[in-house]
């Protein structure tokens, strides 16, 4: 099996004999390709094997093959297919072999790791954060859900009151940007804001989650 690479990708490579009863001199050496594949999934190949020196026979020819798979890819059997022609112009296919891609859960968060908000006013309702959203990127190919866990700030040390505190219970988050729609937090609890942080190429916009903070 092969491991994905967290936000990047992981280079598979494989071996392929290629085999002519014509003999050696007749396999074209430059032909020789081979790609994985997946149902719903890009195609990933190496159009041009590299044929290893020293291990031919006298039908035969040994071609090491390199193929990236990304992070985003999905788990599951990924089939092998190798090609090759000879000078007679006859194309060699071959579609037997399989290996697993795992799954990986994975996720990197940038964004401030401040939440701030303006000057409050008294009884003012819906303040949403200054400095949101927080990006979330999903760095691995697992469909995950994403919870937020938020803990009670207390007063510091040196306040006369040492036993105050803001409830976390009076922020609210969401993976859009609507406070009036935003579910509340809770104390060291973890709270669902986004069930569907689904697999995808970050640098292509997909596989992120934005969370946004407010006051309600």
Not at 48 to 65: L, M
Not at 84 to 98: E, L, M, P, R, V
Not at 122 to 148: F, H, K, M, W, Y
Not at 178 to 203: E, F, H, K, M, W
Request: hydrophobic share 35%.
């Amino acid at each position: 099996s092969v491991i994905p690479n967290e936000n990047s990708f992981r280079t598979v490579n494989f071996n392929v004999t290629v085999q002519d009863p014509n003999g050696v001199n007749d396999i074209d050496s430059n032909s020789v390709s081979a790609n994985v594949t997946r149902g719903g999934e890009a195609i990933r190949e190496d159009i041009n094997c590299a044929e290893i020196g020293g291990q031919s026979t006298i039908n035969s020819k040994n071609f090491t093959c390199f193929v990236d798979l990304w992070y985003f890819d999905d788990n599951g059997l990924w089939t092998i297919t190798a090609r090759a022609k000879d000078f007679g112009n006859t194309t060699y296919q071959q579609d037997t072999d399989s290996f697993s891609y795992e799954l990986l859960s994975a996720i990197q968060v940038s964004g401030e790791s401040t939440i701030l908000f303006d000057d409050l006013i008294p009884e003012a309702q819906s303040v949403n954060s200054s400095n949101d959203p927080t990006l979330i990127n999903n760095t691995g190919n697992a469909d995950t859900s994403l919870s937020l866990r938020a803990i009670n700030l207390y007063a510091s040390p040196e306040a006369p009151d040492q036993t105050a505190f803001i409830d976390a219970g009076n922020f609210s988050a969401l993976d859009t940007d609507n406070c009036l729609s935003a579910i509340p937090l809770q104390n060291n609890s973890d709270v669902a804001i986004d069930n569907t942080n689904l697999r995808g190429n970050n640098s292509a916009g997909f596989g992120q989650t934005q969370f946004y903070y407010c006051i309600p």
